[in-house]
């Protein structure tokens, strides 16, 4: 087919696409990425919060880490909750040294479209795939739209980057594809503000109004999150019954003001669990959200994204460089393992922490009973802490 050509086509310009995308041309590997949305959009996209320890090393090992280290937060520890009584997990002292870097996720993109653009990678913003045609052929090509005008991307291989709603993963037969997934009975309501966070580190509160999450993205601006039901609406929530539930999360034992501030950002995000297998068809490959969702209790989401563009970055690389490819045959059950850890620690963290109401009276003495135990036990704390932390990666 006529159109434009190149080495490895890429659906969406999120972490996972951007990342593959400078990881490859580090290997004079060539890609176009395809973003359905603008430049301004996806820079200002709200999301995650939290790398992990291997997120960090990747950004850094890659060249793209410097904005990272100097305006970051590398934190150390997090703190635990539990009606109002806080219990400080020691993270690097559980884990021989790891921790997690405080650093938006649009901080990220931010800096991989820069690095792109400085190395005259081709990101074509506003081009949105409509599908992804022959992946199971040698000359897998994408269709697209973009400035009005339907294109075609041939190139050697596709990787659905594209994210849960993408279009990547429905071009697989879904005789071919296994989907794993479960939602959950409640969700979380976000918000911005510029108010100092009420601690240093993250606190994840347990308590029997509900959760409720205290991050941050500076010293004086705050991300805040309280449980809620899946259906709730927004209007149910005004500013004051938001900073009011939590006040009575946090508690008042530790002693510490949450100082409350303009609400400047405010969204209800649903809590889901989703596993696509295998994650790659022929010459199709599908890396992030476009294969896995996570609830974000466990701060997976963005960082399973980058462990899978770094599997299969080598993948292609080993393919072009040695024409082997051993690693593109086995690159969903490599990236697997480590997808249904996540899966289980992010459904752990979730249902140990979230208050819900078809709970029995048994269930709540056993959800207290785990928080107790990882208060209690080096074993179980570290278990957390080794999760949290993120796994080595076999590499
Ligand atoms: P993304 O969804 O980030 O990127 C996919 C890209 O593909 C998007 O830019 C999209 O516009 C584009 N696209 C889609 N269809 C396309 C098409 N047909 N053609 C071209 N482009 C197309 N994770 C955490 O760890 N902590 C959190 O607090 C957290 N909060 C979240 C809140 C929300 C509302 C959501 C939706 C997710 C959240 N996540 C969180 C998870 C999130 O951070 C993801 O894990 C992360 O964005 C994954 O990155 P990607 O796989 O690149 O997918
Ligand atoms: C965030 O800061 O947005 C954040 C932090 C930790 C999480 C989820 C979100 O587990």
Redesign the pocket.
């Known amino acids: 087919m006529p159109g434009m050509r190149t080495q490895v086509g890429i659906v969406g310009a999120g972490p996972a696409g951007l990342l593959l995308s400078h990881l490859l041309a580090l290997n004079g590997i060539a890609s176009v990425v395809l973003e359905a949305r603008s430049r301004a959009y996806v820079e200002e996209r709200i999301r995650?919060?939290?790398l992990e320890q291997g997120t960090i090393d990747t950004l850094d090992e890659a060249g793209v880490g410097a904005r990272m280290r100097r305006e970051g937060l590398l934190h150390h520890g997090i703190e635990l909750c539990v009606n109002g009584r806080g219990h400080r997990i020691d993270l690097t002292g559980l884990t021989g040294g790891r921790a997690v870097m405080?650093y938006?996720q649009q901080e990220v993109v931010k800096d991989l479209i820069a690095a792109r653009l400085v190395a005259d990678g081709t990101i074509l913003f506003e081009a949105e795939a409509l599908a992804v045609e022959d992946h199971c052929a040698d000359r897998p090509r994408i269709r697209y739209r973009h400035a009005g005008q339907e294109q075609t991307l041939n190139c050697d291989f596709v990787a659905g980057c594209d994210g849960t709603h993408g279009v990547a993963r429905s071009a697989i037969p879904p005789d071919a594809l296994t989907v794993f997934e479960r939602s959950y009975p409640y969700a979380w309501l976000?918000i911005l503000s510029p108010s100092p966070p009420p601690a240093d580190e993250?606190i994840?509160a347990h308590h029997e109004r509900g959760f409720a999450?205290y991050?941050?993205?500076s010293p004086s601006v705050s991300?805040l999150?309280v449980q809620c039901a899946p259906d709730d609406d927004l209007a149910a929530w005004p500013d004051e019954r938001i900073w009011d539930e939590l006040e009575a999360r946090l508690g008042s034992e530790a002693g510490r003001p949450l100082q409350r501030g303009e609400v400047q950002q405010k969204a209800i995000t649903p809590m889901r669990s989703f596993v696509a297998e295998p994650m790659q068809h022929g010459r199709l490959f599908l890396a992030g959200d476009s294969a896995h969702i996570v609830p974000?209790?466990?701060?997976k989401g963005l960082n399973l994204a980058v462990a899978d563009v770094r599997l299969l970055s080598r993948a292609l690389e080993a393919f072009y460089r040695h024409n082997d490819s051993t690693r593109l045959e086995r690159y969903s059950a490599d990236a697997l393992w480590r997808v249904w850890r996540a899966q289980h620690f992010s459904w752990w963290m979730t249902t140990a922490l979230h208050r819900s109401d078809d709970a029995s009276g048994f269930d709540r003495r056993l959800q207290l009973s785990q928080l107790d135990y990882i208060i209690r036990s080096s074993a179980a704390v570290t278990s957390l802490a080794e999760n949290y932390t993120g796994l080595p990666f076999a590499d």
């Open positions: 995650a919060g939290v405080v938006a976000g993250l994840y999450l991050s941050m993205r991300r999150y974000p209790t466990g701060a």
